[in-house]
T-cell receptor, first 114, second 113 residues
Framework: SQQGEEDPQALSIQEGENATMNCSYK?????LQWYRQNSGRGLVHLIL?????REKHSGRLRVTLDTSKKSSSLLITASRAADTASYFC??????????????FGRGTQLTVWP | DAGVTQSPTHLIKTRGQHVTLRCSPI?????VSWYQQVLGQGPQFIFQ???????GRGNFPDRFSARQFPNYSSELNVNALLLGDSALYLC????????????FGSGTQLSVL
């Protein structure tokens, strides 16, 4: 499978703590994206990092990408109860036949306790 | 502006039946993709349509088909339903094709009994 794989599968923290989720993938990519999903509803795009970028920030989110290790991490700082959701990484694979297709991992279920 | 809209939100069918799911993309978006998400898994790519042409197909049987209309809305059809087709079906739109960020609808929850 060319899917990314998130780690850990589940993460439980207190409000105010930082949450770190990791993603590993198998093939060369054009970009890697992180999405959030609340309770089986639609996914919401959080951040996109291109293969030539190493780090990107958006509000309380920080994403890193290490193409040599084929891995990425998503850091959510000062977590809130409203951050409780499933987080997925998705890769845009560097191959013409897969144009437009994103490969999703199984996700990390984050629970933030008040 | 309206986001991606999908209908119906929930659907219950029995094995062997046929189902049609509908999706309206964000205004101005010409690309529509369909994903299947089984409980506990990440979304799996089914199809992508851009400018009314199929641009990509995932590893799904021929029972799955789709089309895109001149107004860029799309339908996903599944024939001869199996129990294993029970899943959340997600539609996503984007301006172009090619790995940019996707805007997802809330999905259609299909249950096959």
């Amino acid at each position: 499978s060319q899917q990314g794989e998130e780690d850990p599968q589940a993460l439980s923290i207190q409000e105010g703590e930082n949450a770190t989720m990791n993603c590993s993938y198998k093939t060369s990519i054009n970009n890697l994206q992180w999405y959030r999903q609340n309770s089986g509803r639609g996914l919401v795009h959080l951040i996109l990092i291109r293969s030539n970028e190493r780090e990107k920030h958006s509000g309380r989110l920080r994403v890193t990408l290490d193409t040599s290790k084929k891995s990425s991490s998503l850091l959510i700082t000062a977590s809130r109860a409203a951050d409780t959701a499933s987080y997925f990484c998705a890769t845009d694979v560097d191959r013409g036949s897969t144009l437009g297709r994103l490969y999703f991992g199984r996700g990390t279920q984050l629970t933030v306790w008040p | 502006d309206a986001g991606v809209t999908q209908s119906p939100t929930h659907l219950i069918k029995t094995r062997g039946q046929h189902v049609t799911l509908r999706c309206s993309p964000i205004s101005g978006h010409k690309s529509v993709s369909w994903y299947q998400q089984v409980l506990g898994q990440g979304p799996q790519f089914i199809f992508q349509y851009y400018e009314k042409e199929e641009r990509g197909r995932g590893n799904f049987p021929d029972r799955f088909s789709a089309r895109q209309f001149p107004n860029y809305s799309s339908e996903l059809n599944v024939n001869a339903l199996l129990l294993g087709d029970s899943a959340l079906y997600l539609c996503a739109s984007s301006l172009l094709t090619g790995g940019e960020k996707l805007f997802f609808g809330s999905g259609t929850q299909l249950s096959v009994l």
